[in-house]
């Protein structure tokens, strides 16, 4: 089951707990402040960009593309998304990241954040990397050999080693 819910006004919180059939959800472009995807195990996608989120709770072990970016999040647990591919979580307020358990992961945006560290040393499949406008001062690339795609500009970073990166096509 698919539910398109974007451009609708919705504010405050909209819970889908157990929409056990549920698939695919898009609900951007509205005014949510809490989003509870709580036991919808067959959610293999997520569009909640452009709300005013502080919370966003999910826990599908195959969601492959989360979309949360432009909201209020200061924190984003995705622990139990262990199958997540793309995450976007650019213009938030995270001042951490924790992907360790996201060993699927090929593209990371989380430009435009609060971010001072960024373990991907687990991401072993990453190839795309948006992390600029940050406060990183470090990032340790060397375990990220199919990295393709880096953008880092606009961090605390006063070295860079790209040795290991010899896949590496874009750099900004």
């Known amino acids: 089951m698919n539910m398109i819910l974007m451009t609708r006004n919705l504010s405050d919180s909209l819970k889908l707990e157990n929409f056990h059939n549920l698939e695919k959800l898009n609900c951007c472009y509205n005014l ?3 989003l509870d995807l709580s036991n919808c195990f ?4 997520i569009n909640c960009s452009e709300n005013k989120l502080i919370r966003l709770t999910t826990n599908s072990h195959i969601l492959k593309i989360l979309d949360c970016s ?3 999040l200061s924190s984003l647990n995705l622990d139990g998304n262990k199958g997540l591919v793309e995450l976007s979580c650019s ?3 995270l001042d951490e990241l924790s992907l360790v358990k996201n060993n699927d992961l090929t593209m990371i945006n ?3 954040n609060h971010l001072s560290n960024l373990d991907l040393n ?4 990453l190839r795309q990397l948006y992390c600029s406008w940050n406060k990183l001062e470090r990032l340790n690339l060397s375990k990220n050999i199919n990295l393709e795609d880096l953008t880092r500009h606009n961090n605390l970073l006063t070295s860079l080693d790209l040795s290991q990166n010899s896949q590496l096509t874009e750099l900004k």
């Open 110 to 112: 989380c430009s435009s």
């Open 70 to 72: 432009k909201n209020h």
């Open 91 to 93: 213009f938030n307020q």
């Open 42 to 45: 067959r959610l293999e996608e």
């Open 32 to 34: 949510l402040t809490s």
């Open 122 to 125: 687990e991401n072993v499949k």
